[in-house]
């Protein structure tokens, strides 16, 4: 690994890695956003729930152990790809002007080599699944590698990061079956939209820096009316729910129990003051329970 001795450290947010991890790590760390587990939930949850939309309980603890793992490592190299590509303009934003790349905490050339670690580790875990699951995993990194160019092409790339970010619900499933079906395309589509909700909302902590650096996002081009039109994407998650029960023949009580689910993204959408960045982050969040109820639903139904 290669950090610069001479660039100043992050002062990034307090977190378990600013309290607890040797100075030397502290960069790395906060180059995979170890600080944030967000990130690496919102990624391993359509593997997890497609796992159980598949029937898989907690007897396929070993599948579940590696799309957790394989969330935390590939959730990693997605901030390193993502941080390389964007050292420039995160230099110029408020937020993000203290990460590693950017303050000069970490060099690029440490970078790529850290990067080259995470994707070989996350190889690693792929390969100990079928071989339909590896050919489906291994097709996302396409995906991967584009998302972070999207914010200087399109005022979608919140679209880009829903394909993206939503690909284990392709590749639990097959994990499990050995091929596709209706039901987890039914949920990939609904996590697509509701990827596209939340990082609306949270993109709007950087609407201002955007704007003068002339990068997009659905905030910017929703604008005020980013409530409604944020609205009508969790509604259409919680149809791709409904849609994958149906496929699955979930029993009767699953369906109410969606309902729980469309009262936390209402409740979401209400509440969020978008001018205000930690209510933004706040509710952006708040999807971390989505997913852990959307699981335990799966589980006893």
């Known amino acids: 690994m290669i950090a610069s001795s001479d660039s100043p450290k992050p002062a990034a947010p307090a977190s378990w890695v600013d309290a607890r991890a040797p100075g030397p790590l502290r960069p790395w760390l906060h180059l995979a956003r170890a600080g944030g587990p967000i990130g690496y939930w919102l990624l391993m949850w359509p593997c997890w729930w497609s796992v159980a939309l598949a029937g898989g309980g907690l007897l396929h ?5 590696l799309f957790l793992i394989g969330a935390i490592v590939m959730r990693a190299a997605g901030c ?15 937020r993000t002007r203290t990460r590693p790349l950017a303050s000069g905490a970490v060099t690029l050339r440490g970078a790529l080599i850290y990067l080259a670690l995470l994707l070989l580790l996350g190889l690693a875990v792929l390969l100990q699944l079928n071989k339909a699951a590896i050919i489906i995993g291994a097709a996302s990194l396409g995906l991967v590698a584009l998302y972070p160019l999207m914010k200087r092409l ?3 790339p919140q679209l880009f990061l829903g394909l993206t970010f939503n690909w284990g619900a392709l590749v639990g499933w097959t994990a499990m079956e050995g091929s596709l079906s209706l039901a987890p395309l039914m949920l990939y589509a609904g996590c697509i939209c509701w990827t596209i909700g939340y990082d609306t909302i949270y993109a709007h902590q950087d609407k201002a820096d955007d704007i003068k650096i002339g990068v ?9 009316r980013t409530k409604p039109i944020v609205s009508v994407f969790y509604v259409l998650f919680v149809v791709g729910l409904v849609a994958a029960g149906i496929e699955t023949d979930r029993a009767w009580y699953y369906y109410p129990f969606l309902l729980v689910i469309l009262a936390q993204l209402n409740w979401q959408v209400r509440t969020v003051i978008l001018d205000d960045p930690n209510s933004c982050k706040q ?17 006893v139904t």
């Open 216 to 224: 997009k996002s659905t905030a910017l081009r929703f604008g005020n």
């Open 283 to 299: 509710r952006f969040a708040s999807n971390g329970q989505i997913g852990i109820y959307y699981f335990l639903v799966l589980l």
């Open 80 to 94: 390193v790809i993502n941080d390389i590509l964007d050292r420039d303009i995160d230099a110029q934003v408020e």
């Open 154 to 156: 399109t005022y979608w």
């Open 61 to 65: 603890v070993d599948l579940f152990v």
